[in-house]
């Protein structure tokens, strides 16, 4: 069965700091990857995804990952964040073909200072 | 379009009472998910919905635990009797295709045993 470990569990930044959040996963075989965030008060919401293709996947607001295969990892970043990107983020991972289960990380929050 | 909604948004009951939470999908989604976040841990998968059929049940925790979806619209999670441990936010989901597309989530249903 599939797991993702994401080792930042709360992250505080300045306004304009580059931001990188951690997300690695195990599985053996071909997955498709996510990233979702959960803002104050809202529900869960895509970020980004990645299926198959570039590596590097852009997603909403400035963010984007970079699949790397021989690390299993699928690391988010953003080069300047903004305070309203305080939230709570959450790596996701389902293996490729059929029907599969969403598997979720333990979630990373984000607190961006002003 | 209507999101997905989920009701109520917060529950307090006693140790051994009985508790229905309710997902209402998008309309037209055929897959339905139940997820739960017990806090700080992560989304934790509980089961899937094809229309009216469970596809998987493999993340339910208990016989305590029962999940419905009558006519292949809404979907109920009762909990009967609920024990402390079962306090958490249950996320609903749902999604036209399978797994590797995205996943539209509700709010979320905040469960407090006493």
């Known amino acids: 069965a599939q797991s993702v470990s994401q080792h930042n569990h709360h992250v505080i930044l300045s306004e304009a700091a580059s931001l990188e959040l951690g997300c690695n996963y195990s599985?053996?075989?071909?997955?498709?990857l996510f990233w979702y965030v959960q803002y104050p008060g809202q529900h869960l919401q895509l970020l980004l995804k990645?299926?198959?293709?570039?590596?590097l996947v852009k997603g909403i607001k400035g963010f984007e990952a970079e699949f790397i295969k021989s690390k299993f990892s699928f690391n988010l970043r953003k080069p300047s964040v903004q305070w309203s990107d305080t939230a709570e983020y959450f790596c996701a991972v389902t293996p490729s073909g059929g029907y599969q289960k969403v598997t979720f990380g333990t979630g990373t929050k984000l607190q961006v200072i002003p | 379009e209507a999101g997905v909604t989920q009701f109520p948004s917060h529950s307090v009951i006693e140790k051994g009472q009985t508790v229905t939470l309710r997902c209402d999908p998008i309309?037209?989604?055929?897959?339905l998910y139940w997820y739960r976040r017990v806090m700080g841990k992560e989304i934790k998968f509980l089961l899937h919905?094809?229309?009216?059929?469970?596809?998987?049940e493999s993340g339910m925790p208990n016989n305590r635990f029962l999940a419905e979806r009558t006519g292949g619209t809404y979907s109920t999670l009762k909990v009967q009797p609920a024990e402390l441990e079962d306090s958490g936010v249950y996320f609903c989901?749902?999604?036209?295709?399978?797994?590797?597309?995205?996943?539209?989530f509700g709010e979320g249903s905040r469960l407090t045993v006493l």
């Open positions: 990645y299926f198959s293709g570039d590596p």
């Open positions: 989901a749902s999604s036209q295709q399978l797994a590797q597309t995205e996943l539209f």
């Open positions: 309309s037209g989604h055929d897959n």
């Open positions: 599985y053996g075989g071909t997955v498709n």
């Open positions: 919905f094809v229309k009216e059929s469970k596809q998987d």
